[in-house]
């Protein structure tokens, strides 16, 4: 089969293509034909330490297709089930897939939207429920509202009842936005939002502020946080890894800061919340109020393609690469 692999030296990134055979599930493992995986930016920043140094791995996170095979101990799956899910290796024509990651696709859904879904609205399920606990009317400022991440938070905020705020450095982007909910966009690249803010809430403030910016923004965002509310960390493409705190604001105003990533949990731990993501995600998606936004589908040897048009932060949403087999 073909897979794409990923090289890391010195700080920087090579993509190739290998031929590799077929891997074999283990149990509790179904083998996977992948149809389509989506990007995920974190797995190409090296400062992310999702790679070793000088080391190729196989590459891809998320994918969705039909089931092949089935390993020991898989009572809830048959071959030829159509599935999404968090799986190592995606880029490639076929994957092993964790069963307890394995979710039947709602009918809905394309191959490629389900591809898109998986990853990203896990990690708002953590960022928005589990720790956010974002209710009905409560106001939410999403930090890159176009990214993939910013994009889903900003539809299952929506789909819940609160109100949301995103900034973006693109008017063209935050207008997209508008028809997926967005109530107040601000136009911006600089940690220079917390006035518009504290207006727009009228004095109240974000009661959750999701981060998918980084250390520039960082101490913004706090300012304008409300009383009790929460800050999730999620990302930092700015490449600012350190930011001031101020300890007043959170003292004060019983803040609540929190980091978001798989980066040390174990598969167990990735997969203790999987029912309460079943039970609060997957209905509004199989019902439309949630629908994946895809910007661009690359064919499966359009990878590097695909990284660079992530890369230059033009896209709203995520990028989907799609399988050779994808039509059979």
Not at 51 to 70: F, N, P, R, S
Request: charged share 20%.
């Amino acid at each position: 089969m073909l897979s794409h692999w990923m090289h890391t030296r010195e700080g920087k990134t090579t993509l190739e293509m290998r031929t590799v055979d077929i891997p074999k599930p283990g149990p509790k493992q179904v083998l996977v034909q992948l149809k389509a995986a989506s990007l995920n930016r974190g797995e190409f920043v090296v400062g992310h330490g999702l790679h070793k140094g000088d080391q190729a791995t196989q590459i891809g996170m998320e994918g969705a297709g039909v089931i092949a095979a089935l390993g020991e101990d898989v009572p809830d799956f048959a071959i030829g089930d159509k599935v999404m899910g968090r799986c190592r290796g995606a880029f490639a024509e076929f994957a092993c897939m964790d069963a307890r990651e394995a979710m039947i696709i709602p009918g809905q859904l394309s191959f490629e939207e389900a591809a898109s879904a998986p990853l990203a609205f896990l990690v708002v399920h953590d960022m928005v429920t589990l720790q956010g606990e974002l209710k009905a009317g409560e106001w939410l400022l999403i930090n890159g509202v176009s990214s993939g991440v910013g994009v889903c938070a900003l539809q299952y905020a929506k789909a819940i009842g609160a109100k949301v705020i995103g900034t973006s450095g693109s008017p063209e982007k935050l207008a997209r936005l508008r028809d997926y909910g967005l109530d107040v966009a601000i136009c911006t690249r600089q940690p220079d939002f917390a006035q518009e803010v504290m207006t727009a809430t009228n004095g109240h403030g974000a009661d959750l502020v999701i981060n998918t910016v980084g250390g520039t923004v960082f101490a913004e965002s706090v300012s304008c946080m409300a009383f009790e509310g929460r800050l999730a960390m999620v990302g930092y493409v700015d490449n600012t890894l350190t930011a001031a705190i101020d300890l007043q604001a959170l003292h004060a105003k019983r803040l609540k800061l929190f980091g978001v990533s798989n980066k040390l949990r174990t598969p167990d731990q990735r997969a203790q919340f999987l029912p309460e993501f079943k039970r609060d995600i997957i209905p509004l998606l199989g019902d439309g109020r949630i629908k994946p936004l895809i910007d661009a589908v690359f064919p499966f040897e359009e990878l590097e393609h695909a990284k660079q048009m992530m890369e230059t932060n033009v896209h709203v949403g995520k990028i989907i690469i799609q399988m050779p087999n994808s039509n059979k």
